[in-house]
């Protein structure tokens, strides 16, 4: 049951790491860093976008939008970190 914890515990870990380079990313872009056409970008974007969307969805129909300042991906973030801990927790008692 360890390795499964483990690998649950990956799991979250690298989807949180998407969602915080999609954020990053997107960021970046926004403020025109962003050159245009390159394919190897957009296909990163892309994946980012495809992989966090999903998720982050679930949380845009919530009032997290102060001003320009969108606090969506700060709480999927959190409640993902949560959720995942209490799964870990559950699949192995021990940590």
Do not use: H, K
């Not at 380079?21 to 997107?26: K, P």
């Not at 970008?41 to 982050?56: A, E, K, Q, T």
């Not at 320009?68 to 973030?77: G, S």
């Amino acid at each position: 049951m360890e390795q499964l914890a483990d690998f649950v515990a990956a799991l979250v870990l690298v989807y949180t790491i998407c969602i915080v380079g999609w954020v990053v990313l997107s960021l970046v872009f926004s403020l025109g860093v962003r050159v245009p056409y390159n394919r190897f970008v957009s296909g990163i974007m892309d994946f980012l976008r495809d992989v966090s969307n999903p998720f982050l969805n679930l949380f845009r129909r919530l009032p997290l939008q102060i001003g320009p300042l969108d606090l969506t991906p700060m709480v999927a973030i959190i409640v993902l970190q949560i959720g995942g801990g209490i799964i870990v927790g559950l699949i192995d008692p021990s940590r």
